[in-house]
């Protein structure tokens, strides 16, 4: 089993930055594919950007060159740096991680998720 626990979210204003952390605990050893995803109020919840073990990384189109996924395997964490920050970002984030390869995982689905963290940003 994996827990996972997000936290960085917050109120900023438009064009502003946040760091959203996600600490892993339990089977770390197991993970392989991390991903960060968000739900707006009344939509579907989208990927936002995804890593593999190895560095791979896969960005939504409406996040690429503003966001930015990483991980650090040492202290089990992934990150997710939101610069440029607009109104429509504003969701909740989930982290989320899978055994599995990135591709699967992206394919099939994470198996292991966060309680989510808001991310509000004003106008």
């Known amino acids: 089993q994996v827990q996972l626990v997000e936290s960085g979210g917050g109120l900023v204003q438009a064009g502003g930055s946040l760091r959203l952390s996600c600490k892993a605990s339990?089977?770390?050893?197991?993970?392989?594919?991390v991903g960060w995803y968000r739900q707006a109020p009344g939509k579907q919840r989208e990927l936002v950007a995804a890593?593999?073990?190895?560095?791979?990384?896969n960005y939504a189109d409406s996040v690429k060159g503003r966001f930015t996924i990483s991980r650090d395997n040492a202290k089990n964490t992934a990150y997710l740096q939101m610069n440029s920050l607009k109104p429509e970002d504003t969701a909740v984030y989930y982290c989320?991680?899978?055994?599995?390869?990135?591709?699967?995982?992206?394919?099939?689905?994470?198996?292991?998720w966060g309680q989510g963290t808001q991310v509000t940003v004003s106008s």
């Open positions: 339990g089977t770390i050893f197991s993970i392989n594919a």
């Open positions: 890593i593999s073990r190895g560095g791979s990384t």
């Open positions: 989320a991680a899978s055994i599995e390869a990135l591709v699967v995982a992206l394919s099939r689905g994470f198996r292991s």
